[in-house]
């Protein structure tokens, strides 16, 4: 539960909160699961959430008071994903929590907030009743959708929700997914391929796709990594072992070369100094 992240878009986690329920085929290998088993923090499941220590929600209100150095620094503000371990816009939790939850993110407003979910359906009737009409100018709003139908399901909260960014997690991306010239487009599209014991092939031709489709809608791709050799077409056919296939393409998990390249960007943002 460490603040600090190897996860390559943003740069700290902060979990209000821990806990939360499985609802879609992404979340069969859900990290955060394994974390709970690991660790005992908290039931996975349909279970009582467990809310973080005051010490603990007391970190955002130091990096808050960092920002200007980090800003100097790194040339951009700090991205803090929230919440990697939990859901923001889950129902199984008390609703007093989210309220305090968005009066820390009302009180960093130097802090770049990035909420994913699974549940957009649920954001509207839980964002503060500030949110205006164009939402918090610190707040990025972000569903995943690992492939074609659980976009299709969620794509209409892009237009029908007000953010500063609209992102998309397609990660893991176990099916193909495509952003359609009718289809409301994210700032923002993540896309990664599935790690760990049991991982889902990710198709090299997926990402090609999706690539295309972020340049002719002007969405900013990030690309975070293959999920495993197999799935890298730098490395799928090498008989190596896995420390060399780490040199071929050490960017990610399987790598994260894409034609030699990394395609990493970001969405331009009313504070954007810095790609």
């Given at each position: 539960?460490?603040?600090?992240?190897?996860?390559?878009?943003?740069?700290?986690?902060?979990?209000?909160?821990?806990?939360?329920?499985?609802?879609?085929?992404?979340?069969?290998?859900?990290?955060?699961?394994?974390?709970?088993?690991?660790?005992?923090h908290?039931?996975?499941?349909?279970?009582?959430?467990?809310?973080?220590?005051?010490?603990?929600?007391?970190?955002?209100?130091?990096?808050?008071?960092?920002?200007?150095?980090?800003?100097?620094?790194?040339?951009?503000?700090?991205?803090?994903?929230?919440?990697?371990?939990?859901?923001?816009?889950d129902?199984?939790?008390?609703?007093?929590?989210?309220?305090e939850?968005?009066?820390?993110?009302?009180?960093?407003?130097?802090?770049?907030?990035?909420?994913?979910?699974?549940?957009?359906?649920?954001?509207?009737?839980?964002?503060?009743?500030?949110?205006?009409?164009?939402?918090?100018?610190?707040?990025?709003?972000?569903?995943?959708?690992?492939?074609?139908?659980?976009?299709?399901?969620?794509?209409?909260?892009?237009s029908?929700?007000?953010?500063?960014?609209?992102?998309v997690?397609?990660?893991?991306?176990?099916?193909?997914l495509?952003?359609?010239?009718?289809?409301?487009?994210?700032?923002?599209?993540?896309?990664?391929?599935?790690?760990?014991?049991?991982?889902?092939?990710m198709?090299?031709?997926?990402?090609?796709?999706?690539?295309?489709?972020?340049?002719?809608?002007?969405i900013?791709?990030?690309?975070?990594?293959?999920?495993?050799?197999?799935?890298?077409?730098?490395?799928?056919?090498?008989?190596l072992?896995?420390?060399?296939?780490?040199?071929v393409?050490?960017h990610?998990?399987?790598?994260?070369?894409?034609?030699?390249?990394?395609?990493?960007?970001f969405?331009?943002?009313?504070?954007?100094?810095?790609?």
């Amino acid at each position: 539960m460490a603040d600090t992240t190897q996860i390559e878009w943003t740069d700290r986690t902060f979990n209000p909160w821990t806990g939360c329920t499985k609802i879609s085929p992404g979340c069969d290998h859900c990290y955060a699961e394994s974390w709970s088993k690991r660790s005992g923090h908290v039931q996975w499941g349909n279970h009582p959430r467990k809310r973080t220590t005051e010490a603990y929600w007391r970190a955002p209100l130091a990096w808050q008071k960092d920002a200007e150095s980090f800003q100097r620094n790194h040339g951009r503000r700090q991205r803090i994903f929230c919440a990697s371990l939990a859901d923001v816009f889950d129902n199984q939790i008390d609703p007093m929590w989210r309220v305090e939850l968005f009066d820390l993110i009302r009180a960093t407003p130097a802090l770049d907030w990035q909420l994913l979910t699974k549940r957009p359906q649920n954001i509207r009737k839980m964002l503060p009743t500030t949110w205006g009409d164009s939402g918090w100018q610190n707040v990025w709003l972000g569903f995943t959708a690992e492939d074609q139908i659980r976009f299709d399901q969620r794509k209409r909260f892009i237009s029908e929700i007000p953010a500063t960014v609209w992102f998309v997690s397609y990660e893991p991306a176990i099916g193909p997914l495509r952003i359609g010239d009718n289809d409301p487009a994210p700032d923002w599209l993540i896309v990664g391929g599935e790690s760990g014991p049991g991982a889902r092939p990710m198709k090299p031709q997926w990402v090609d796709q999706v690539l295309s489709d972020c340049r002719a809608r002007g969405i900013a791709p990030f690309f975070k990594q293959w999920g495993q050799y197999e799935n890298n077409p730098l490395t799928g056919q090498l008989s190596l072992p896995r420390t060399e296939l780490k040199q071929v393409d050490p960017h990610g998990k399987g790598g994260g070369l894409i034609d030699g390249e990394i395609v990493r960007e970001f969405p331009e943002t009313p504070f954007s100094t810095a790609a």
